[in-house]
């Protein structure tokens, strides 16, 4: 990939800008070696713990290197960063209401492009008895695809009954298409749950339309505005634990 860059870097070169661009892991790693930590690269078919890591295969990493926001700037990134940013906000300033149902989505099949770091984002799939966890950090449709190509490699089932949602339930994370493919089509019921990672005050997420997505086939929506959910095998309410309302179904989302 050393091509993709500007400069003439060499490779020695071009490890020690990056290493320059990242001296958090850099201190991370020097700790892990006083330590007698393994380094361990969370790629396709790594195991960490229960979990066997689906994506990112190494082919695709490498490939999205050069268009992480850390890397020196590369060749791809000139021509379209500018182009992106401008239909972005063109595409921010139009909003309009519209309504869905159960059985009719308008969730994007073609949504804006997801950053190559989101991209990267590891995705694991953990197998408990009869359930089965799909963690997905903040990782876009393409990365959903290859580790829907993965898992079904690996297990006969892929269908998860304990599921992250992408990104704090971005529009631009999931399709029609890849959720079909993990979850099955729609309308279902009582297939699991679904939870999104959300900051408190990030009251716009989960988007409507991608809490509608889950639940239309068949998934109760959580979210972590006000602090962790735990999900548990058997039902027990821990000392001052709380019930967790689900997300409902909302017809009225909004377009852009």
């Known amino acids: 990939m050393i091509d993709s860059f500007h400069g003439a870097y060499t490779r020695d070169g071009l490890i020690k800008k990056m290493r320059e661009m990242h001296p958090y892991l850099v201190e991370m790693e020097k700790i892990a ?85 989101n991209e990267t984002s590891v995705v694991q799939w953990g197998s408990f008895s009869d359930k089965r966890v799909l963690l997905t950090a903040d990782v ?36 029609p298409t890849v959720l079909n493919r993990w979850l099955g089509g729609y309308p279902a019921e009582g297939n699991g749950s679904a939870i999104a990672s959300v900051g408190k005050n990030e009251d716009i997420y989960p988007r409507k339309k991608v809490a509608n997505a889950f639940t239309r086939r ?12 735990s999900f548990r095998h058997e039902y027990d309410r821990r000392e001052g634990a709380v019930a967790v309302d689900i997300i409902p179904f909302d017809p009225d989302v909004d377009d852009d």
């Not at 490699?153 to 949602?165: A, D, F, K, R, S």
């Not at 068949?218 to 959910?229: K, L, M, R």
Request: no cysteine; aromatic share 6%; glycine share 8%.
């Open 33 to 117: 070696a006083k330590r007698g930590i393994t380094i361990k690269a969370p790629l396709q078919g790594a195991q960490i713990g229960p979990f066997t890591v689906l994506a990112p295969s190494r082919a695709r990493y490498v490939k999205l290197i050069p268009d992480l926001d850390k890397t020196p700037p590369s060749y791809a990134s000139d021509s379209t960063k500018g182009i992106l940013e401008s239909l972005f906000k063109a595409a921010a300033d139009v909003v309009e209401k519209i309504k869905e149902r159960l059985d009719y989505e308008t969730l994007d099949e073609n949504p804006p492009a997801t950053s190559a770091s």
């Open 218 to 229: 068949g998934y109760n929506v959580y979210a972590t505005h006000t602090g962790w959910v």
């Open 140 to 175: 876009g449709p393409e990365g959903l695809a290859e580790a829907a190509d993965y898992a079904g490699l690996i297990n006969p089932v892929i269908q998860p009954t304990l599921v992250q949602i992408p990104h704090h339930g971005s529009r631009r994370n999931v399709t």
